[in-house]
Each structure stands twice: as structure tokens, then as C-alpha cells.
């Protein structure tokens, strides 16, 4: 991963970060997982979403991390999933290891996606599937609280954030087929805003410290008035070896 170091966020991600949950349904319903099928988390953070996935499917699970802080507190959580140090663009596991791989908001971080696309499509069975679960143009800007609060927010993670049709080429070149886009929303009212006051987001460590201060005073506001709408978009692009 490239251009931020996630050691610095692993406490504030083990604490504030959750799954997204119509992203952890659509990865049961189509990822094709059962109690025998092998799955690998890339770039799994602190864990949740591979923790999820076992805790639905009973699947035999492996989370690949490159920072040591995230895969220790993972490691602290999970003693069902197989933890390993490495990078997505070079993954450590024979060819045609796993069912089903999959990434939550990584693929922007990647120094080159095009090799793991690769490596991907190398440990997967035949058959099996990917799915990159990533933002768009549009659902960064349609981020609650994040882009209302935040504004600057948009335009730091548009400039990060690969475009579909470069993720969508990018998989077919590494050989995947029946490539799709599913998009998934999950709405919440917030009564909690610490994973805003400790910057369990990335990109609210990229934005003018000022400009953080200013949001973040708007919010406490808000707060203090009820509960705050929150609204959350992915897109989930799907292939097939």
C-alpha cells in the first residue's frame, strides 16, 4: 500500500471501523462459500470483514496485511483466521489456493492493482471468484456524514481512487471474465461520531488539519441536537476465473 502508513490508524480502526453490512451479504450470497471453501481477505486491516466471512460461512479464512500494527490487533480478534504479513501484489500461497477473493476499500492504496489482479487470478481455483469492493465519483460524494461535513474530503479521494473502467480492464487483462458491478448502500443514524474525532478514515488525515477542526465542530453540534443520518455506498465489481 502506498502513501500512508496504516500502523499510525490500527488502534482507531480495531475500535471505530465496522462492516459495512450489505457489503458481508453480498459476499455470502455471491461469492459461492461454503464450510469448504478456502477464502482470502487482501489487505484486511484489522479483520473484520474475513472475521465476518468465517463467522457466516464457517469457511476456512486467511486475512494477507502489509502493516504489522493492523495484523496484530486482527490476530487479537480472530483465532479462527489464518494471519499473514505480505502485500497484495505478491501473494504468498501456491496457484489455485482459494474459492474466493476478495478486498474492502484497498485497491486505491495498491502501488500497481494490475499485479494483484494477476496474483489473484493465479491463487484461484478455476471457477472461483474476486470481487473489489471499492468507491466510485459518485459514492464518494455522496458519503453522509463524511462529504457533507468534509468536503475536502471529496477531491483527496477522488485523486486516490482508481475509475471503474481502469479496475474493470484491469481485471479482464489479468484474465477474469463475467466481470459485473453491483452497488450496495447501507443507511444508520449515528450517535457515536468517535471514528470522526479519532480520523478512523484515511483521507481525514490528508485534508487541512483547519479544515478538520471546522467539520468536526459542526458535527459535535449537530450531534448534540440527535442523532445524525449516515449514509454509506460501495461498488462491488465481480469476476470469475
Avoid at 118 to 135: N, P, W
Avoid at 168 to 189: D, K
Avoid at 220 to 227: A, I, S
Wanted: hydrophobic share 40%; glycine share 6%; proline share 5%.
Amino acid at each position: 500500500m502506498a502513501n500512508f502508513d496504516y500502523n499510525q490508524l490500527a488502534t482507531a480502526f480495531a475500535k471505530y471501523r465496522q462492516v459495512h453490512p450489505t457489503v458481508v451479504d453480498a459476499l455470502v450470497a455471491t461469492g459461492g462459500v461454503d464450510k469448504d471453501s478456502p477464502v482470502l481477505e487482501v489487505g484486511c486491516g484489522t479483520g473484520n470483514y474475513i472475521i465476518a466471512m468465517r463467522t457466516a460461512t464457517a469457511c476456512p479464512s486467511w486475512g494477507v496485511e502489509p502493516a504489522e500494527e493492523m495484523l496484530g490487533q486482527a490476530r487479537q480478534r480472530s483465532t479462527e483466521v489464518n494471519w499473514k504479513l505480505g502485500r497484495a501484489e505478491q501473494l504468498e500461497f501456491p496457484d489455485q489456493t482459494f474459492q474466493f477473493v476478495f478486498s474492502i476499500d484497498v485497491i486505491h492504496h495498491l502501488n500497481n492493482p494490475a499485479s494483484y489482479f494477476r496474483e489473484a487470478y493465479r491463487v484461484l481455483k478455476a471457477g472461483g471468484k474476486i470481487c473489489t469492493v471499492t468507491d466510485s465519483v459518485s459514492t464518494i460524494r455522496h458519503r453522509r456524514p463524511l462529504a457533507e461535513y468534509f468536503p475536502e474530503t471529496v477531491e483527496a479521494d477522488i485523486r486516490r481512487y482508481p475509475a471503474l473502467s481502469e479496475l474493470r480492464r484491469g481485471m479482464e487483462q489479468a484474465g477474469f471474465r463475467e466481470i459485473r458491478e453491483q452497488l450496495v448502500e447501507w443507511s444508520v443514524q449515528l450517535e457515536d461520531i468517535g471514528r470522526y474525532r479519532h480520523k478512523a478514515f484515511s483521507v481525514l488525515h490528508l485534508i487541512p488539519e483547519e479544515a478538520f477542526q471546522r467539520g468536526m465542530a459542526r458535527l459535535e453540534d449537530d450531534l448534540r441536537k440527535g442523532p445524525i443520518p449516515a449514509q454509506s455506498q460501495y461498488v462491488m465489481i465481480w469476476g470469475t476465473r
